[in-house]
C-alpha cells in the first residue's frame, strides 16, 4: 500500500526566497510520484512526475523536485519564490500506473511581497 | 485545449434535491474518478471507473452513486443532497500504462446546499 505525508501544512516565504515543500512516501514497490498545484478555486495541474528515469525531476514554472529512495523523499523546490507561485501543492503517489494514486493534505504556500 | 470539463463551476441545490455533476474528458483516458475536497481533509476519493459501465467504490461513497454509459463521460449523482455535501468536487482522468500517466483534472464543481 501506498501512502504520503506533506511536512507543513501552511509554507510562508518571501518573494526571491527558495521555495521547499516537503513530501515523504511510502511504498511496497517502485512508486510512481507526482506534484501537483491547484490554485484558488481551480482543479489540481500537474507540476511533475518522477516515474523510474532521472532522479531529479524538472517540471513547470521553474519547479523540480528530487526522488531520495534512501530517505523516501520527494521534495519539492523553487530557487525564486514568485507572487504567483502562491497556491495549495500536493505531493501523490502511485505503485503502479494500474493504482489509484494516493494524495497527500496538502501544503499552502504563502508568498510574502 | 480544454481536456476535462465539468459542466459546472457553481451550483446551488436545495436540501433533498437529486443532483447531477458530469464531466467530460476528450483524452480516450479508460479511468476516472470524482473526489471531493474539503478543508483540512485534502482530497477523497468518491468513486472510480476503469471502463464503460464499471464502477468502483472510493473511500467515501456514501449518499452518492456514479454513471458511466460512454467513455468520455462520467456522472456523479447526489440521490437526495444534504447540506454536509457541500464542497468542491473534482474530476479526473488517467491512461495507464502510457508513459505520460497521471490525472488530468476538471476546473472542479463547487456545490452548495442549502
Known amino acids: 500500500a501506498q501512502s504520503v505525508t506533506q511536512l507543513g501544512s501552511h509554507v510562508s516565504v518571501s518573494e526571491g526566497a527558495l521555495v521547499l515543500l516537503r513530501c515523504n512516501y511510502s511504498?511496497?514497490?517502485?512508486?510512481?510520484l507526482f506534484w501537483y498545484v491547484q490554485y484558488p478555486n481551480q482543479g489540481l495541474q500537474l507540476l511533475l512526475k518522477?516515474?523510474?528515469?532521472?532522479?531529479l525531476v524538472k517540471g513547470i514554472n521553474g519547479f523540480e523536485a528530487e526522488f531520495k529512495k534512501s530517505e523516501t523523499s520527494f521534495h519539492l523546490t523553487k530557487p525564486s519564490a514568485h507572487m504567483s507561485d502562491a497556491a495549495e501543492y500536493f505531493c501523490?503517489?502511485?505503485?503502479?500506473?494500474?493504482?489509484?494514486?494516493?494524495f497527500g493534505p496538502g501544503t499552502s504556500l504563502s508568498v510574502i511581497p | 485545449d480544454v481536456k476535462v470539463t465539468q459542466s459546472s463551476r457553481y451550483l446551488v441545490k436545495r436540501t433533498g434535491e437529486k443532483v447531477f455533476l458530469e464531466c467530460v474528458q476528450d483524452m480516450d483516458h479508460e479511468n476516472m474518478f470524482w473526489y471531493r475536497q474539503d478543508p483540512g481533509l485534502g482530497l477523497r476519493l468518491i468513486y472510480f471507473?476503469?471502463?464503460?459501465?464499471?464502477?468502483e467504490k472510493g473511500d467515501i461513497p456514501e449518499g452518492y452513486s456514479v454513471s458511466r454509459e460512454k467513455k468520455e463521460r462520467f456522472s456523479l449523482i447526489l440521490e437526495s443532497a444534504s447540506t454536509n455535501q457541500t464542497s468542491m468536487y473534482l474530476c479526473?482522468?488517467?491512461?495507464?500504462?502510457?508513459?505520460?500517466?497521471?490525472?488530468?483534472f476538471g476546473s472542479g464543481t463547487r456545490l452548495t446546499v442549502v
Open positions: 518522477y516515474t523510474s528515469a532521472a532522479t
Open positions: 479526473a482522468s488517467s491512461s495507464p500504462p502510457r508513459e505520460d500517466y497521471g490525472y488530468t
Open positions: 471507473s476503469y471502463d464503460v459501465k464499471m464502477k
Open positions: 511504498s511496497s514497490v517502485p512508486p510512481y
Open positions: 501523490a503517489v502511485s505503485g503502479t500506473s494500474y493504482d489509484k494514486v494516493i
